[in-house]
């Protein structure tokens, strides 16, 4: 095995050696158990950097095992994975210098960020799976990693919380399943290709592709929480808040949309998928999720739940620029990812040090939030408008594409309504927020205020988290032409994918 194969190996390490020996580790162990959390997530980082540079220069990174006649591991990099690798990598040291903030004094944070680890080993992996049969053993792997973390207060609505996420997560994985073997018995090992892989196949089986599609979908769509099979995704937010931040940001729902992603074009192939046709329902069932998440959205006084619907409304974006026939669409969706991810993780850090400084947990207990907390607010705000969509922040680049690309496919008579009612219904739930934090005079006590330090805001591991990420999303629309921007890099996904 050659450097190159070996690096994608030494990425999965960074995360899984660390974690499985925190697990080792006595509670009392915080400065080791903090060194090994940092010097492995920094580790990645700095892997993941030589690996983007390799992918970019057209370098092959691919690692197989064959495990029987016809059934391989495989690892492969290719312009997709490596920018979902990339978006973990660096949400998962920025959410680890929260997490260590957010659990300081907590207990079992040996096996918190054991499985932490393992949730992000996961995640990585199903995003280098250089086949159908390596992404859903990564998939499952993800599942069952994340279920402590949602646990982990272990009171009963966190344990009721994480069974509903096991169930809907186990069901989804198991269609997934179904369809995987379905497919590998028509087609013989699928690999995911540049262009998809199917569209050589008879004219005959073309039937059974469509419901093979429709499983895929549905074993994707629990995690992506498509509409109706989101209901789990309101339930997991008894979880800690570095775990929400995760679940949304990083690794759970956007596994489900990155795998819908894989299975369009690097499977099916965006055309062959377009002569299925099997794009419109997909992007039809986007649509409902997206108005039907942010309409859900309104009507929440709990802030992280609000935070919830939101998701089930914005990681649909992803899917509908995959169901949009052309680049522009696929653009749109594709910079989704990373945006939605810089966005989304910022609203949650921000929800965690309301609660964990002030106790805050309801929107109608945020008056005046804004001067008693003015950096965690200001991050909260960039994210918030972003979401809606306006400039410069990143989701207007977003939706933009995907405006400009559904015109371009000839679909403008109905994306287009559906990108302006979720603007002004993210509008119709975010704007109050605002108001309410920085207008509305704070009339009673906080609810359970910790004090820091004098004149501090909240600690430090825990503030500059949100800054950091707000200030992403904001440098993502603000110089979203410049070289290495994740626009960029989703350009070069979408030449390749058409041009191939």
């Known amino acids: 095995m050659n450097l190159s194969n070996g690096l994608l190996l030494l990425i999965l390490g960074s995360s899984l050696v660390p974690g499985l020996a925190i697990f080792f580790l006595r509670e009392g162990s915080h400065r080791l158990r903090t060194l090994l959390n940092m010097s492995g997530a920094v580790l990645k980082m700095a892997l993941v950097a030589l690996l983007t540079w390799g992918v970019l220069h057209e370098q092959t990174f691919e690692t197989r095992w064959l495990l029987a006649p016809?059934?391989?591991?495989?690892?492969?990099?290719?312009?997709?994975?490596?920018?979902?690798?990339?978006?973990?990598?660096?949400?998962?040291?920025?959410t680890t210098v929260y997490a260590i903030g957010y659990l300081e004094d907590s207990p079992h944070r040996s096996r918190f960020f054991g499985f932490f680890s393992l949730c992000v080993t996961s995640t990585v992996g199903l995003a280098l799976a250089g086949n159908l049969v390596t992404f859903v053993?990564?998939?499952?792997?993800?599942?069952?990693?994340?279920?402590?973390?949602?646990?982990?207060?272990?009171?009963?609505?966190?344990?009721?919380?994480?069974?509903?996420?096991?169930?809907?997560?186990?069901?989804?994985?198991?269609?997934?399943?179904?369809?995987?073997?379905?497919?590998?018995?028509?087609?013989?090992?699928?690999?995911?290709?540049?262009?998809?892989?199917?569209s050589q196949l008879p004219t005959g089986l073309h039937g059974q592709l469509i419901w093979i599609f429709l499983l895929l979908m549905i074993g994707l769509g629990v995690k992506a929480a498509l509409v109706p099979l989101h209901g789990w995704l309101p339930q997991a937010m008894v979880a800690p808040a570095p775990v929400s931040a995760l679940l949304h940001a990083v690794a759970v729902v956007k596994a489900g949309a990155f795998g819908i992603v894989r299975v369009v074009y690097d499977v099916y192939g965006i055309e062959f998928s377009a002569d299925l046709g099997v794009l419109l329902p997909l992007?039809?069932?986007?649509?409902?999720?997206?108005?039907?998440?942010?309409?859900?959205?309104l009507s929440q006084d709990n802030l992280k739940k609000r935070l919830a619907y939101s998701t089930v409304s914005q990681v649909s974006y992803i899917a509908l620029g995959t169901a949009i026939f052309g680049p522009l669409g696929t653009i749109g969706g594709v910079v989704h990812l990373v945006h939605q991810g810089v966005m989304k993780i910022t609203l949650f850090?921000?929800?965690?040090?309301?609660?964990?400084?002030?106790?805050?947990?309801?929107?109608?207990?945020?008056?005046?939030?804004?001067?008693?907390?003015?950096?965690?607010?200001?991050?909260?705000?960039?994210?918030?408008?972003?979401?809606?969509?306006?400039?410069?922040?990143?989701?207007?680049?977003?939706?933009?594409?995907?405006?400009?690309?559904?015109m371009e496919a000839g679909m403008a008579g109905w994306v287009l309504p559906v990108l302006i009612a979720s603007s002004v219904l993210n509008a119709a739930y975010f704007l109050p927020i605002l108001y309410r934090a920085w207008f509305k005079p704070t009339t009673t006590a906080w609810p359970n205020e910790q004090v820091v330090l004098p004149n501090a805001e909240t600690h430090a591991s825990l503030?500059?988290?949100?800054?950091?990420?707000?200030?992403?999303a904001l440098a993502a629309g603000l110089f979203a032409a410049a070289p290495f921007s994740p626009l960029e890099w989703a350009e070069l996904i979408a030449q390749r994918e058409y041009l191939r």
Do not use: C
Not at 70 to 86: Q, Y
Not at 388 to 394: C, K, L, S
Not at 463 to 472: F, N, Q, R
């Open 70 to 94: 016809g059934l391989e591991l495989v690892l492969h990099a290719d312009a997709l994975s490596v920018l979902f690798v990339s978006l973990s990598t660096l949400l998962w040291l920025v």
């Open 349 to 406: 850090f921000a929800a965690g040090n309301y609660a964990e400084t002030l106790g805050i947990h309801k929107v109608s207990e945020m008056n005046g939030v804004g001067h008693r907390m003015p950096l965690t607010t200001l991050a909260f705000s960039i994210a918030a408008l972003g979401m809606i969509g306006i400039p410069p922040v990143a989701g207007f680049v977003s939706k933009w594409y995907l405006g400009i690309g559904a």
């Open 463 to 472: 503030l500059w988290p949100p800054v950091i990420t707000a200030s992403m």
């Open 137 to 198: 053993l990564f998939y499952e792997l993800l599942t069952l990693s994340t279920y402590p973390l949602v646990a982990h207060k272990g009171s009963a609505d966190s344990v009721r919380g994480a069974r509903v996420y096991l169930a809907y997560t186990l069901a989804g994985g198991l269609v997934l399943l179904v369809g995987a073997v379905w497919l590998q018995n028509l087609a013989g090992p699928v690999d995911f290709v540049e262009g998809g892989v199917l």
């Open 283 to 297: 992007g039809i069932a986007a649509g409902l999720t997206i108005v039907y998440g942010s309409v859900r959205a």
